[in-house]
């Protein structure tokens, strides 16, 4: 417990040091600790196993969680600096950046108002993920899409933002596109294909490499050797910029509709060392609403393709197709809030031989309970429930290689969340 100790300290300094700054200068953090229990055949795939869970059978009772410090600075009347120093349980960086980026807000003109952002963090796609450190004010773990974006997904480029509200009626619909140019995201849906889906509430930070595991879930044809089970998801291989574009309907805090296509323009044979790019492109869909009785739903749903290797005729080396959707109900109590959450995920290779292909299909329930004991203090108890299929026949590669066609992976978390604002 040292690190988070110390951890705390050091975002009590950074608090005192916004306090003699003003308003100019804000500081946001967190420390957790989390009581974990889990159920699950497999070891987690942070320690190179089959587990789509951040934790395993080995772990526990006690574990660090994470801490965020997160900085909002005004450097002059139209941009503001900003940056999330995150810490947590990695084995290469304990301590990295996840977003670190000016925004330029300048004063509008015209009915239309303008936002860009320029350096590294995350496109504007989670519906979940809307707290400081890019954590969810919903639960202890993310959705399955928000979990990949948080794994693999990273904007290091530029993006513009143009917005209009379109009455001054009460809630009155407000138009907005935005759309970006980035380096630096190539290997983007690997993990999908080594690895499957996940759920968790871990983000790899900008100079972190994540394993993988030893035996791939999606084409498991041989166990791969400990020095070629590295991914640095935010690396340039190809040097050609992918691109994002997307549009938003919302209507004050009531009802948000939005679309958005990524496509990181990957040359699936472009190589770096033992490195391939991966030509991954797909689009999300989310919407968020509030239903009689306040109760809030929250629902993303995301269709790809990602591909890998010298072109083979109708396929690539390894060619897939990936998909995944939730729905989330909430309502807050005073205090406490609960959420419920149905998760569907699917990664479906396209070049497997007959009777051999390894699909990735599966789904998973999660309920969460969340209380503000203070303002600095927060509780927090979930369960998530992950079963999957791997195959619809026992001549499947998984199976091949020892591991079950169907599986379920529980886990039961209660956690306790020191917050410094």
């Known amino acids: ?85 995150n810490i947590q349980d990695t084995k290469d960086r304990p301590l990295d950046l996840t977003e670190a980026y000016l925004e330029w807000r300048p004063v509008p003109r015209t009915p239309w108002r303008v936002r860009s952002r320029i350096g590294a963090f995350y496109p504007k796609l989670s519906l979940e993920n809307v707290d400081p450190g890019w954590s969810s004010p919903y639960g202890l773990s993310a959705s399955a899409i928000n979990t990949w974006i948080g794994e693999e997904l990273r904007t290091v480029g530029a993006e513009v933002r143009v917005s209009r509200v379109l009455s001054q009626l009460p809630l009155a619909p407000e138009l907005a596109f935005e759309g970006a140019m980035f380096y630096g995201n190539d290997p983007t849906g690997a993990l999908l294909n080594w690895r499957g889906w996940s759920l968790h509430d871990r983000q790899t930070g900008l100079t972190s490499s994540l394993p993988l595991p030893e035996i791939p879930a999606i084409e498991p044809w041989e166990p791969v050797p400990d020095n070629d089970r590295g991914l640095e998801p935010f690396e340039e291989i190809d040097h050609d910029p992918g691109f994002y574009a997307g549009v938003e309907w919302r209507m004050g805090e009531s009802f948000r509709l939005k679309y958005f296509h990524y496509d990181n323009h990957g040359d699936p044979e472009a190589l770096n060392g033992m490195d391939y790019a991966w030509q991954t492109r797909f689009d999300h869909l989310g919407l968020q609403f509030t239903l009689p009785g306040d109760i809030g739903v929250i629902s993303q749903w995301l269709d790809g393709i990602t591909r890998m290797g010298p072109d083979l005729g109708p396929w690539h080396v390894w060619d897939s197709g990936f998909d995944a959707r939730f729905l989330l109900l909430t309502r807050a109590f005073g205090r406490h809030r609960v959420s419920a959450r149905y998760d569907d995920f699917d990664v479906q290779p396209y070049n497997d031989p007959a009777k051999y292909t390894n699909r990735d299909d599966g789904h998973a329930w999660t309920a969460s309970w969340l209380y503000e004991w203070s303002a600095h203090m927060r509780l927090g108890a979930e369960y998530v429930a992950i079963a999957t299929e791997h195959c619809e026949t026992t001549q499947c590669a998984w199976v091949f290689n020892g591991l079950p066609r169907t599986s379920r992976q529980n886990q039961l978390q209660l956690s306790l969340r020191w917050t410094l604002e």
Not at 37 to 61: A, I, M, Y
Not at 62 to 80: C, D, H, N
């Open 1 to 85: 417990m040292r690190g988070p100790l110390l951890v705390a300290l050091a975002l009590h300094a950074g608090l005192v040091i916004a306090a003699d700054a003003g308003d100019r200068h804000v500081f946001e953090g967190a420390v957790e600790v989390s009581a974990i229990k889990v159920s699950s055949p497999f070891t987690t795939w942070l320690d190179e196993g089959e587990g789509k869970l951040r934790f395993d059978e080995d772990d526990g009772p006690l574990e660090f969680s994470r801490a965020f410090l997160e900085y909002r600075g005004r450097l002059t009347p139209t941009v503001v600096a900003h940056g999330v120093l």
